[in-house]
């Protein structure tokens, strides 16, 4: 898929005045800058969190983070989805289940997220780590398919081209073909967008891996854990905690994948090194 081909999101990015210096020349222009504004989650008209978020795909993100967060457990139980727009920000209603509003109320969360926040505003330690599904055994997949992965998830960041602000997420085939893109000013929120976009559509989770644009954090785990993927691929470092939830759920994780060069922290049962079918 060529970049070129794909629309700048209505609402990610706007342009605004800027002045400044390049190459020894000053220069007053307008330039295309991130759109990042509060978005309020609520379930059964009860509010449950803020984040800071880029307004694109909202409707794949209150899913996406209804499910990676285990408010949901599957699509079924999301009704529908209301959208209010204010001058101070967004509000997305969700119309969810009994079964995954009792849930929401056993496992109590008040976030108030900056951008990148994953655990602000969780009430207690017994909420951070929480029971995972079990991973499928998945696909026999190979390093240099980790590596197209990356590669096709930077080539279609449309929001990062123009705007140089914000992270992405990528569903891929076993072969390194990025098929679902997401982007947003927060890490998680544009692996909930992609969780959420993945969740809608027809696609076997488990037959792929999942790509980003950050370091793979303990919350990044939980998410792809949650979505069935059984691998993840960061652009940067893992941190320990994210390796040991990764070791303990069976999925493999790797980091600082840039070119063909990339370290493998847990299951490395799964690249078996082979070339790609790209």
């Not at 993840?232 to 600082?256: E, K, P, W, Y």
Request: with cysteine; aromatic share 6%; hydrophobic share 50%.
């Amino acid at each position: 898929m060529n970049l070129a081909d794909i629309p700048l999101r209505p609402g990610g990015a706007e342009l605004l005045p800027v002045r400044g210096v390049r190459a020894r020349q000053a220069f007053d222009n307008r330039d295309w800058v991130a759109v990042e504004v509060p978005v309020a989650l609520e379930f059964n008209g009860i509010a449950h969190a803020v984040m800071l978020a880029t307004p694109t795909d909202l409707a794949d993100f209150a899913l996406g983070f209804a499910l990676s967060e285990g408010i949901l457990l599957g699509r079924g139980e999301l009704y529908g989805i209301e959208e209010e727009f204010a001058p101070e920000g967004i509000t997305l209603k969700l119309d969810v289940a009994s079964a995954a509003f009792a849930r929401l109320k056993e496992r109590r969360r008040s976030m108030a997220g900056r951008t990148g926040c994953g655990l602000c505003g969780t009430e207690s330690l017994a909420h951070v780590a929480r029971a995972l599904p079990s991973l499928p055994h998945g696909p026999a997949l190979s390093k240099n398919a980790v590596a197209r992965g990356m590669r096709e998830l930077a080539s279609l960041q449309v929001l990062q081209k123009v705007t140089g602000a914000v992270h992405a997420a990528a569903w891929c085939t076993a072969n390194g073909e990025a098929l679902l893109v997401r982007e947003d000013v927060g890490r998680h929120n544009a692996l909930d967008k992609l969780v959420g976009a993945l969740a809608k559509s027809t696609l076997d989770a488990s037959t792929g891996f999942i790509a980003v644009t950050s370091r793979a954090s303990f919350e990044m785990v939980q998410k792809t854990v949650a979505a069935g993927v059984p691998l993840l691929a960061a652009v940067s470092a893992s941190t320990s905690l994210a390796t040991t939830v990764a070791l303990d759920a069976g999925l493999t994780l790797a980091g600082f994948v840039r070119g063909d060069d990339l370290v493998i922290y847990t299951h490395p049962w799964r690249l078996n090194g082979s070339p790609a079918n790209a």
